[in-house]
């Protein structure tokens, strides 16, 4: 009886999981998701809630390609690569094919050279974001200390919100 009762509740639960999950994809504009992940310079067969709509058959596929192809055009530009690198994000050179990597590359360590600075660790880190090591060797020593100086100040005010 005991075994026929969790069974039981056991399905009631996967159901109630099933249809959450087909609520909230049939909810997701399809366009703006795609375009979205391609413009983080991901492919969409690394995005996890792409795969589990696709699974339970509720993903408009035109409009995934379509939003994909769009986000992929934004982020394939060599300033868009240099916006990253001043943004301390790594990036995905194999995505843009269409252009040079020499290019890319080039633009990419221009802003990384703007980002990976004493100055800009330090507001980075007081800005509660984590560090994805992305500056060279030489880059990295001078901007960790700023870093660390700002995020242990992030956290210090963090915890004393959280305590009162």
């Given at each position: 009886?005991?075994r026929?009762?969790?069974?039981s509740?056991?399905?009631?639960l996967?159901a109630c999981?099933?249809?959450a999950?087909?609520d909230r994809?049939?909810?997701t504009?399809?366009?703006?998701?795609?375009?979205?992940?391609?413009?983080?310079?991901?492919?969409?067969?690394?995005d996890?809630?792409?795969?589990d709509?696709?699974?339970?058959?509720?993903?408009?596929?035109v409009q995934?390609?379509?939003g994909?192809?769009?986000?992929?055009?934004?982020?394939c530009?060599y300033?868009?690569?240099?916006r990253?690198?001043?943004a301390g994000e790594p990036?995905n050179?194999?995505m843009?094919?269409?252009?040079v990597?020499?290019?890319?590359?080039?633009?990419y360590a221009?802003g990384l050279?703007?980002?990976?600075?004493?100055e800009?660790g330090?507001?980075y880190?007081?800005?509660g974001?984590?560090?994805?090591?992305?500056c060279?060797k030489?880059d990295?020593?001078?901007?960790?200390p700023?870093?660390?100086?700002?995020r242990?100040?992030?956290?210090v005010?963090?915890?004393s919100q959280?305590?009162?």
């Amino acid at each position: 009886m005991k075994r026929l009762l969790f069974l039981s509740l056991l399905l009631f639960l996967s159901a109630c999981s099933n249809w959450a999950l087909k609520d909230r994809c049939e909810k997701t504009n399809w366009f703006e998701y795609s375009r979205d992940v391609a413009f983080s310079g991901r492919y969409l067969d690394e995005d996890g809630f792409i795969k589990d709509c696709k699974g339970v058959d509720r993903i408009s596929a035109v409009q995934v390609d379509l939003g994909f192809k769009s986000g992929r055009e934004r982020y394939c530009t060599y300033e868009s690569f240099f916006r990253n690198g001043e943004a301390g994000e790594p990036v995905n050179f194999k995505m843009c094919d269409n252009l040079v990597m020499y290019n890319m590359q080039e633009r990419y360590a221009q802003g990384l050279a703007n980002f990976c600075k004493a100055e800009s660790g330090y507001s980075y880190g007081s800005a509660g974001k984590v560090y994805k090591n992305v500056c060279i060797k030489r880059d990295e020593e001078k901007f960790m200390p700023g870093y660390l100086k700002g995020r242990s100040e992030y956290l210090v005010r963090t915890i004393s919100q959280l305590e009162k």
